[in-house]
Nanobody, 127 residues
Framework: QVQLVESGGGLVQPGGSLTLSCAAS????????IGWFRQAPGKEREGVSY????????YYADSVKGRFTISRDNARNTVYLQMNSLKPEDTALYSC????????????????????WGQGTQVTVSS
């Protein structure tokens, strides 16, 4: 049974940091691409970051480049999203998802190609 469970969210002040985890079960993360998405109230879900089967393929939304880093720990079967210099506009529900096939640099940020989703973890950036 494929399952993705996010954790690590919380309330943080602007300029602070959080590390989100996406723990996978029922499959091995190094065999699939994983994407991180976020959705703020009243807004569409948007792609934040992506890591391919090969960790050479990592993509980021322009809004988070230089601040967020995606990584993977095969031994823990977990994908991480390190978030630094957080801004109030980063406030959202963050979810990870598994892609059945490599998504590529032009498709990774659309949610429609992903087949399994976690429930999400809330990130709130506020003073």
């Amino acid at each position: 049974q494929v399952q993705l469970v996010e954790s690590g969210g919380g309330l943080v002040q602007p300029g602070g940091s959080l590390t989100l985890s996406c723990a996978a079960s029922g499959f091995t993360v190094d065999y699939y691409a994983i994407g991180w998405f976020r959705q703020a109230p009243g807004k569409e879900r948007e792609g934040v970051s992506y890591i391919g089967r090969s960790t050479s393929f990592k993509y980021y939304a322009d809004s988070v480049k230089g601040r967020f880093t995606i990584s993977r720990d095969n031994a823990r079967n977990t994908v991480y999203l390190q978030m630094n210099s957080l801004k109030p506009e980063d406030t959202a529900l963050y979810s990870c998802a598994r892609a059945p096939l490599p998504m590529g640099s032009t498709r990774w940020s659309t949610p429609y190609g992903y087949e399994y989703w976690g429930q999400g973890t809330q990130v709130t950036v506020s003073s």
